[in-house]
């Protein structure tokens, strides 16, 4: 199924709880939207849906979290989107599966400018060359499987870099940025190593080889 331009200037307080709702759809894409100011959420992505694309949307001033990926919901990518000034959030994982994020700006949202809660067993979160500025925190996780975190901008999001269970692992994220170099660590439930390094096509790598085995 393809969105590209469905929901363009969509307003989140004239269609309910999400302005956007895809539940259990095989292969969409919602490309080069503005989702504007709404009573709940821009986005929700939810019962197991696969091979989603949300590419190049302008997301601002929603009550709730701006985009939700739930339920099982895997083989998502979130790519080259602006998601700025939500009330609730920016961008949430709840119990969801393979999710690729990447190219972002994520800015001066009152929550979290990513929050990872639950991942389902064995799903990987690859949080790569995004930009977090100015959130009420830029990163939080609890109930992690694995995320990758890689080449992101956190310059203008201190002091509260990493939170919840992420908060352990800020020590091994800085010494990973040490020198100016672009921090690229991966981190299995509570501990975190130094990574390799990031391919410079690994976004689009990791979201081709989802449900397979994929080198982090």
Excluded at 56 to 74: K, L, P, R, S
Aim: hydrophobic content about 45%; overall charge negative.
């Amino acid at each position: 199924m393809n969105v590209q331009r469905l929901a363009r200037a969509l307003r989140g307080d004239l269609i309910g709880v999400a302005a956007l709702h895809l539940s259990g759809v095989r292969v969409a894409e919602i490309a080069q939207n503005d989702f504007d100011f709404g009573g709940g959420k821009a986005l929700r992505i939810d019962d197991n849906a696969t091979r989603v694309t949300l590419a190049d949307n302008d997301i601002a001033g929603f009550e709730g979290t701006a985009v939700t990926v739930a339920e099982g919901a895997g083989c998502v990518r979130i790519t080259d989107n602006r998601v700025v000034r939500n009330i609730g959030g920016g961008i949430a994982l709840d119990i969801s599966g393979d999710v690729i994020l990447d190219r972002n700006m994520i800015a001066t949202n009152r929550g979290a400018g990513l929050a990872i809660n639950g991942q389902a067993t064995g799903s990987t979160a690859f949080v790569l060359n995004n930009e977090f500025d100015g959130n009420r925190m830029g990163v939080r996780g609890t109930g992690l499987a694995t995320v990758r975190l890689a080449h992101n901008d956190l310059s203008e999001q201190m002091p509260r870099l990493l939170a919840g269970d992420l908060d352990q692992v800020t020590p091994t994220y800085l010494e990973a940025a040490r020198g100016g170099a672009p921090a690229d660590i991966v981190v299995e439930k509570i501990s975190a190593r130094i990574s390799d390094s990031l391919r410079k096509d690994a976004a689009a790598r990791a979201f081709d080889a989802c449900g397979d085995e994929e080198t982090l």
